[in-house]
């Protein structure tokens, strides 16, 4: 079947469509608050807020806290390894590339998400693509690359493998997840993965959590935690769930296209954030090849 993205509800779609816009805007408050607190101790504590919000969606979904669900060994199986690769490793390796490099730069490479959805698709037998699509992919894949040239020419090479990486990681859970939101509900299975994600977080992240001088952090930091947590990552879990199951992984991917745009401008105009020539073609190329991708997807 192809299915293409205006297909699919559309209000998942214009849902999704603008909360990018918030999580654009996301990248440039965790940089301002990693000024302040160590990278695992301000994602752990992000995470934990949005825990919060998995809690209380939970809470009104059903009127009571119930973790149960109908899943065979091989479903539970399948959720913690999404648990794993969401809740711990993708967060952790984001947070500290971001530490490492800027805002604008780390959703650049957010921007890869649909070629590297596409692999795993491909990998996986879920997904299949046609000489449009393998030319999308070639495209973001060059910008990827001239991306990683630069990185290593200013420096901040390991914090790019770093963001890479946790694109992989998460694309990897997106494709994992498919299966148990297509049979189960999207919203408890979202949910489920993030408070228990966060809840593991936390005990990895205790040390860095425990060193941290929480009174004398400023407003826009604990903006950066509470809001950032709560609504960025608290309910975008639950409509990122949402979409997984009715639009895809790679579809969902697509819409993560305005973020690079959104904390590139707003990191160069607002943080006063460097950027080079070279960075600028890339999300260019970048986002021109996944342009591409908007003409087909296939499933």
């Known amino acids: 079947m192809v299915i293409g993205p205006g297909v699919g509800r559309v209000s998942e779609q214009v849902l999704l469509s603008s909360f990018v816009l918030i999580w654009g805007v996301n990248f440039l408050f965790a940089e301002v608050a990693l000024l302040e607190v160590v990278p695992v101790a301000f994602s752990a504590a992000r995470f934990l807020a949005g825990a919060v919000t998995g809690l209380t969606i939970l809470w009104f979904r059903s009127k009571v806290l119930s973790f149960r669900?109908?899943?065979?060994?091989?479903?539970?199986?399948?959720?913690?390894i999404a648990i794993l690769l969401g809740g711990v490793v993708a967060p952790w390796l984001g947070i500290v590339g971001l530490s490492i490099t800027h805002a604008g730069r780390a959703?650049?490479?957010?921007?890869?998400?649909p070629l590297i959805s596409y692999l795993f698709g491909l990998r996986l037998k879920s997904e299949h693509v046609s000489s449009l699509t393998l030319m999308a992919i070639g495209t973001t894949g060059l910008g990827a690359v001239l991306l990683s040239l630069d990185a290593w020419n200013n420096g901040s090479g390991w914090g790019d493998i770093l963001l890479f990486s946790s694109v992989v990681v998460s694309a990897a859970e997106l494709h994992v997840l498919r299966p148990l939101v297509l049979k189960h509900p999207p919203v408890s299975i979202g949910m489920i993965r993030l408070i228990i994600g966060a809840a593991l977080y936390g005990i990895v992240a205790l040390p860095w959590l425990s060193n941290t001088d929480w009174d004398s952090l400023h407003v826009v930091t604990w903006i950066a935690?509470?809001?950032g947590g709560m609504i960025a990552t608290g309910l975008g879990q639950w409509i990122r769930a949402r979409a997984i199951r009715f639009l895809g992984p790679t579809v969902l991917s697509i819409h993560y296209l305005a973020i690079p745009v959104v904390a590139l401008i707003g990191g160069a105009v607002i943080l006063k954030n460097p950027?080079?020539?070279?960075?600028?073609i890339a999300c260019g190329i970048i986002l021109s090849g996944v342009a591409l991708l908007r003409k087909r997807v296939d499933r």
């Open 69 to 80: 669900l109908d899943l065979s060994s091989r479903e539970k199986y399948r959720l913690g």
């Open 107 to 113: 959703a650049i490479w957010v921007a890869t998400f």
């Open 225 to 227: 935690i509470l809001g």
């Open 275 to 280: 950027t080079s020539h070279i960075e600028w």
